[in-house]
Structure formats: structure tokens, C-alpha cells
């Protein structure tokens, strides 16, 4: 079955500097991902809809300047939090999708990641 | 917009007993797609069931059935015969069939199952 690969699944960093987080589709091309917010206890919210080779689309509330989404190709894409923030400590989780988007057609998601900031 | 209810914060089950975990949702499409995830606390997200908004019958995958009562807004999860791996979070989700598998999710449900 189709597996993505989302990495690193935990990071810690200092106020300030900034985070990237891959997700990569391992045997099937993403034509669009979606990436996830989760804070403890709560559910999941979109952040934004990664198309490859195109901009981002970003949704409302979400700071497209400091949650940078980079689709360079059909198998990767990359979330960089910059200049991060002890409120930006949350799991992000990617998802992607193949092909035609047919209503049965499931989503596949990483395992996430857990980003601290100290 | 969409938006999916789930109203049981944390649910207890005793092992080999069924539960069902309520789903409702609220969406002015006319086709759309209902999926439920299990999260466990590792955090990745499990697919589990799909329902199609015009599939005539009620969606079942193994010990996973949803019940689709569709002029409620309705689809509540089914576990049969609880196991102690099903101990986890449970997210129902909605996606319109035109928003390119794009979910809204639920506030989630934590299962716990009782030895």
C-alpha cells in the first residue's frame, strides 16, 4: 500500500531558528498534500494544500510567511517553520493523495512530527 | 463549510463487548465522503472505514461498520468485539467530493477498552 514518510518525527529547537519537516510519498507520486496542525488533546486542523509545482494554498488564520510549504516534486514536500516560537510547539502531521481525487479515494498519512520549542 | 460532531470526549468499553462512537456532520454538499481514523498514541493516523454519501449500504471493513443514517447527518462508528489495541483516539472526518479529499475532522473520541 501507499506509505508516506514524514521526518524528523520529533525535534527540539531553540526560539528563533527555524524547523523543516519533510514528507515523502514512497511509492506513489503526490500530485497535492495536505498538511495538519495538532495540539495535545485536540483534533486535527488543516494548515494548508500543497500542490506540486505550484503556491500553497494557505488556510485562514495560518501565517503563510512563518509555515513556508515548498511542493518541489511529486514526492516530496517540505514544511519549514521559521523563526519558531514556544506557541508553535505542536505535532504536524502531513497527508497526501494520488491521482484523481474520487471520493474514495483515501488519504495516506505520516506518522507526524512532534516539534518543541524551547 | 463543513463540520463534523463528535460528542463523547472518552468512551470505556469492556474487552469483547461492541461500542459505537457517534459521528455527526453538517455540510451543504450533496456528495461527499465520510471517513473515520484511528489515532493511537504513537500519533500517526489509521484509515478505518469510508462512506460514500450515495452508497446504498452501510460501509463495513473486519470488526469496523459504520452506521449511515443519512437524513440524521449521521455515522456513528461500530466496533465489534473489543480488543485492547483498540485502545486509541478516534477522529470521524467529512471531505466533499469536490474539495480533492480535503477532511474536516471531529474533535475526536478516546476509547479505552477495559481488560
Known amino acids: 500500500g501507499a506509505v508516506v514518510s514524514q521526518h524528523p518525527s520529533r525535534v527540539i529547537c531553540k526560539s528563533g531558528t527555524s524547523v523543516k519537516i519533510e514528507c515523502r510519498s514512497l511509492d506513489f507520486q503526490a500530485t497535492t498534500m495536505f498538511w495538519y496542525r495538532q495540539f495535545p488533546k485536540q483534533s486535527l486542523m488543516l494548515m494548508a494544500t500543497s500542490n506540486e509545482g505550484s503556491k500553497a494554498t494557505y488556510e485562514q488564520g495560518v501565517e503563510k510567511d512563518k509555515f513556508l510549504i515548498n511542493h518541489a516534486s511529486l514526492t516530496l514536500s517540505t514544511l519549514t517553520v521559521t523563526s519558531a516560537h514556544p506557541e508553535d510547539s505542536s505535532f504536524y502531521i502531513c497527508s497526501a493523495r494520488t491521482g484523481v481525487p474520487t471520493g474514495a479515494n483515501v488519504l495516506t498519512f505520516g506518522a507526524g512530527s512532534r516539534l518543541t520549542v524551547l | 463549510a463543513q463540520k463534523i460532531t463528535q460528542t463523547q470526549p472518552g468512551m470505556f468499553v469492556q474487552e469483547k463487548e461492541a461500542v459505537t462512537l457517534d459521528c455527526t456532520y453538517d455540510?451543504?454538499?450533496?456528495?461527499?465522503?465520510l471517513f473515520w481514523y484511528k489515532q493511537p498514541s504513537s500519533g500517526e493516523m489509521i484509515f478505518l472505514i469510508y462512506?460514500?454519501?450515495?452508497?446504498?449500504q452501510n460501509a463495513t471493513e473486519g470488526r469496523y461498520s459504520l452506521n449511515f443514517q443519512k437524513a440524521r447527518k449521521s455515522a456513528n462508528l461500530v466496533i465489534s468485539a473489543s480488543q485492547l489495541g483498540d485502545s486509541a483516539m478516534y477522529f470521524c472526518a467529512i471531505s466533499p467530493h469536490n474539495a480533492g479529499n480535503m477532511l474536516t475532522f471531529g474533535g475526536g473520541t478516546r476509547l479505552m477498552v477495559k481488560p
Open positions: 462512506q460514500g454519501s450515495y452508497d446504498q
Open positions: 455540510t451543504s454538499d450533496p456528495s461527499y465522503g
